[in-house]
């Protein structure tokens, strides 16, 4: 089994930085991939950013140039990086990783934007 816990969500005004971590309680390097996602209220969840084990990243077009997702394989730690933030980024994100055919998730951490 494996958890994900997420952290660093938040209120901030439109323009303003988060950056979001999730932990994860074994190595991430066992991992085939790891996402983030989010769900706004009354809305699908919808991938936000993802990254291969051999480290190849994807962003959509609504969030490319704002959001970068890494990883720090030492401290079992993925994250995401959201800069210049809007207020339809308002949602609960949340972290996600893909081992063969098992799918973990965390429980998500809210993000708030305001105009």
């Known amino acids: 089994q494996v958890q994900l816990e997420e952290s660093g969500g938040g209120s901030v005004q439109a323009g303003e930085s988060l950056r979001l971590s999730c932990v994860a309680s074994?190595?991430?390097?066992?991992?085939?991939?790891m996402n983030w996602y989010r769900q706004a209220p009354g809305k699908q969840r919808e991938l936000v950013a993802s990254i291969t084990n051999g480290g190849s990243t994807n962003v959509p077009d609504s969030v490319k140039g704002r959001f970068t997702i890494s990883r720090d394989r030492a401290k079992n730690t993925l994250y995401l990086q959201m800069n210049s933030l809007k207020p339809e980024d308002t949602a609960i994100y949340y972290c996600?990783?893909?081992?063969?055919?098992?799918?973990?998730w965390g429980q998500g951490t809210q993000v708030t934007v305001s105009s």
């Open positions: 074994r190595s991430i390097l066992i991992f085939n991939a």
């Open positions: 996600n990783s893909i081992f063969f055919e098992r799918t973990y």
